[in-house]
C-alpha cells in the first residue's frame, strides 16, 4: 500500500460486525488465554496509571506543599508527551515489536514511580522529581498505548476486534472508577509516598502478563526501513488525506476539549455552586463512572443493531444534548437527574469510542496501525491539556457554571461535524482499505 493518497475504501466492504459464539459459550474472549493475559496485563497497567496519578498528586500537596500553578503543571506534565513524541513514536513502535515496547515500558513505569517513596523515605524528594516522573511516565504511557492498540489485532481475530475493544474498554472504566478510591485508602494507610509502590507493583503484574503473551509479530527488515520523517509523514498523510480517520480525529479534539474543559471545573461547580458535601460528590462521580462501564458492555449490540456507522453517531450524538442538561443541576432539576444525565452521556463517549477504535484496527494496514493511532491520538489527546487550561481559564473568568455552557456547545459542534460527515451516509463504516 502506499500513503501518498487516500482513495476511499471500496464501497462494497464494510466493517465486520461483532463475532459470533465460536464455541466458547457465554465466556466469549475469556475463554482465550492470550486474550485474557493482554487484558490483565494493560487492565493492571491501566490501574497502576490511575492510581499513580491521583497517588502523585498527593505527594505534591502533602507532601511538598505544592501551589495549585505546580499542580497545574504536574497534570499538564503527564499528557505533554503526546504533543512532543506522539507521532515519532508511532513510527518507532512500527518498527519494533509491540509486546516488547509494552515490556519495556511497565519496567520504565515501575521504576519511575518506585523512585518517589525511595527519595521521600531519604529526605531528597523534590517537586521537581515528582513532574520529571509525570513527564516521563506520560512519555511511557505513550508507546503503551500505541503499542498495545496495534498489537490487539495480532492478539484477536478480526472479528472478535468489537468484543475486545469492549472488554478492554470495561477494564479502563473500572480502574477509573476504582483507581482515585483505591490511591487515597493506600495514601491514608500508608503514607503518601508509599503508596506509589502499589503503582510500581502493578506495573510488574502487568510485566509479567505481557510477558507470558504468545503472539507472533513481523517487524519489517532494518533494511526496509526508511528515514523516521518519512515514516511519519506517511502516518499523517494517511489519516489526512482519509475522510473516514480525518473526521473521527477532528471530532476527537473538540470532544477531548470540551470533556477536559468541562472536567477542569466539575468538582468547583458541584461543591460552590450545587453545594454538595465531598461524600456527594464522590457518589455523582461514581454514578459518571459506572456509564463509562455501561458503554463498554453495550457497544457490541449498538453496533450489531444499528451498524458500526448508525450506531456511532447515536452513541456520540447523545453527549452534548445530555451535557446541556448539567448545568440545570441544582437549579431546575435535581442533582440525581443531573448526575444520571451525565453519567448516560460518558456511556455513549465510552461506546463510540469502543465502535471507533475497532473500525480503526480493521480499516487501516497492519504495517501502518502505530503511525495511524499515534497521528489521531496526538490530534485527540494533545487537546486535553489545552482543554483543562482554557476550562480552569474560563471558569475563573466566568464561572463554572457558564463554563459547562460553553463546552457543551463545543461537544454541539463536534457532533454537528461528525453528522455532516461521510459516517451518516452508510449502515457501517466501511471494511479494510485496499490502496
Known sequence: MTATSAPAAAPEQTAPAPAPDRGRGRWGLWAEPRFRRLWLGETT???GTAVGHVSLSLVAVVLLDASPLMMGVITAAAWLPWLLIGLPAGAWVDRWRRRRVMLVCDVALALLFG?????????????????????????????????????????????????????????????????????????????????????SVSYLVSLFCLSRLEVREEPPA?????????????????????????????????ANLALNGIQAVQTVFLVREVGLSPGAVGAVF?????????GAAVAARIARRLGTAHGLLAC?????????????????????????????????????????GTFSQ???????????????????????????????????????????????????????????????TARDLPGPRRD
Open 45 to 47: 497497567s491501566g490501574l
Open 115 to 199: 523512585s518517589v517513596p525511595v527519595a521521600a523515605w531519604f529526605g531528597v524528594l523534590t517537586v521537581t522529581q515528582v513532574v520529571l516522573v509525570a513527564l516521563l511516565s506520560g512519555a511511557a504511557k505513550v508507546f503503551f498505548t500505541t503499542a498495545y492498540g496495534a498489537l490487539l489485532p495480532s492478539v484477536v481475530e478480526a472479528p472478535d476486534l468489537m468484543e475486545a475493544n469492549g472488554k478492554l474498554r470495561g477494564g479502563e472504566s473500572a480502574v477509573d472508577v476504582a483507581g482515585p478510591g483505591v490511591a487515597g485508602l493506600v495514601a491514608q494507610a500508608f503514607g503518601a509516598a508509599t503508596g506509589l509502590l502499589l503503582d
Open 222 to 254: 532494518p533494511a526496509a526501513r526508511r528515514a523516521l520523517g518519512r515514516e511519519i509523514a506517511e502516518g499523517v498523510r494517511f489519516v489526512v488525506g482519509d475522510r473516514y480517520l480525518r473526521t473521527l480525529a477532528c471530532f476527537s479534539m473538540l
Open 286 to 294: 461514581a454514578v459518571v463512572s459506572v456509564g463509562g462501564l455501561a
Open 316 to 356: 456520540m450524538l447523545t453527549v452534548a444534548p445530555l451535557i446541556f442538561l448539567l448545568p440545570f443541576s441544582g437549579r431546575q432539576l435535581p442533582v440525581a437527574v443531573g448526575a444520571l444525565a451525565w453519567g448516560v452521556a460518558v456511556c455513549g463517549v465510552v461506546a463510540g469510542n469502543v465502535i471507533s
Open 362 to 424: 480493521t480499516y487501516c494496514p497492519p504495517a501502518l496501525l502505530g503511525r495511524v493511532r499515534a497521528s489521531t491520538s496526538t490530534i485527540g489527546y494533545g487537546a486535553i491539556p489545552v482543554g483543562a487550561l482554557l476550562g480552569g481559564f474560563l471558569g475563573d473568568a466566568l464561572g463554572a457554571r457558564p463554563t459547562i455552557w460553553i463546552m457543551a456547545g463545543v461537544l454541539l459542534a463536534a457532533g454537528l461535524l461528525l453528522l455532516a460527515s461521510p459516517v451518516r
